[in-house]
Nanobody, 119 residues
């Protein structure tokens, strides 16, 4: 099992920056990929950014050039640096990890952290 604890959300003005952190514990050696999702009120949860165990990253079109995902493998932590924030980025942000055990793929979620961008 892999457990996740997120931190770093808050209230920021448009144009500002925040950095989210997600610390993994448990069977971290089994982690294959880590991702950030977000869910705004009344909307579906959407993928924001992801990073593989090999360091390959991907981003939603809406955040490309503004958000950067990175990881510190020694700390089993993934980060989401969010710059040039917009009110449309307001959402609960969730960390997700994909981990593999005996050829089975599992997924763990963090508790979510609120990001609010004021105009």
């Amino acid at each position: 099992q892999v457990q996740l604890v997120e931190s770093g959300g808050g209230l920021v003005q448009a144009g500002g920056s925040l950095r989210l952190s997600c610390a993994a514990s448990g069977s971290t050696s089994l982690i294959n990929a880590m991702r950030w999702y977000r869910q705004a009120p009344g909307k579906r949860r959407e993928s924001v950014a992801g990073i593989s165990s090999g360091g390959t990253t991907n981003y939603a079109d809406s955040v490309k050039g503004r958000f950067t995902i990175s990881s510190d493998n020694a700390k089993n932590t993934v980060y989401l640096q969010m710059n040039s924030l917009k009110p449309a980025d307001t959402a609960v942000y969730y960390c997700n990890v994909e981990w593999v055990l005996d050829a089975n793929i599992f997924s763990s979620w963090g508790q979510g952290t609120q990001v609010t961008v004021s105009s």
